[in-house]
């Protein structure tokens, strides 16, 4: 069963910084992306960064130019190294994985808050 456990969300100021984690488990199966949505109370589900195996990565809008996605393929795991973190970043942030077969797997969450 495939599991993802994220870590590294938190409170921070504007202006600041923070890492998030996700490390996958149970993964029997080619990995096609792993990437990161949050979304905010009242507001749908969005991309922040996804990144395929190849190296190619989306990120939204919004976090263009201060957020930045890595991964380690050997470790099947990936980060979120997010800069310069404004007040409308605070959401809940989802770890996701989709297989080459499109099958969609999520995390169970990681508060991000960011408040002066």
Known sequence: QVQLVESGGGLVQPG???RLSCAASGVTFTIYEMGWYRQA????????AAMISGGSTNYGDSVKGRFTISRDNAKKTVYLQM???????TAVYYCNLKST???NYWGQGTQVTVSS
Not at 41 to 48: C, D, F, M
Not at 83 to 89: A, Q
């Open 101 to 103: 077969a499109f099958m």
């Open 41 to 48: 109370p009242g507001k749908q589900r969005e991309l922040v």
């Open 16 to 18: 600041g910084s923070l």
């Open 83 to 89: 800069n310069n973190l404004k007040t409308e970043d």
